[in-house]
Nanobody
């Protein structure tokens, strides 16, 4: 079965950087859309970014444009989220997601596969 495992979260000062990784196992996801969502306490899960199977198209939430960069290495079956200039409002649990179609993941905010989440805490 497919498993997504996130890593790289932690505590960082505002203005700092973190790089999250999401490693997939169980099958090759090179043709899948991969995405990142986040959820802060008391808040609904929020779309952060997505990337197509070949990496040719990306989408970002307005709140992270210019600061976050999503990428993938299909040889490693892994997707990354580089987060720069972090702000306290970025504090959340970050979840990796994978789905067959761009429309469902990006527009409908749905996915078949989810990681367990990794905590990102940004202090002021």
């Amino acid at each position: 079965q497919v498993q997504l495992v996130e890593s790289g979260g932690g505590l960082v000062q505002a203005g700092g950087s973190l790089r999250l990784s999401c490693a997939a196992s169980g099958r090759t996801l090179s043709t899948y859309v991969m995405g990142w969502f986040r959820q802060a306490p008391g808040m609904e899960r929020e779309f952060v970014t997505a990337i197509t199977g070949n990496g040719g198209r990306t989408e970002y939430a307005e709140s992270v444009k210019g600061r976050f960069t999503v990428s993938r290495d299909n040889a490693k079956n892994t997707v990354y989220l580089q987060m720069n200039n972090l702000k306290p409002e970025d504090t959340a649990v970050y979840y990796c997601a994978a789905h067959r179609t761009w429309f469902r993941l990006v527009t409908l905010r749905q996915s078949d596969y989810w990681g367990q989440g990794t905590q990102v805490t940004v202090s002021s």
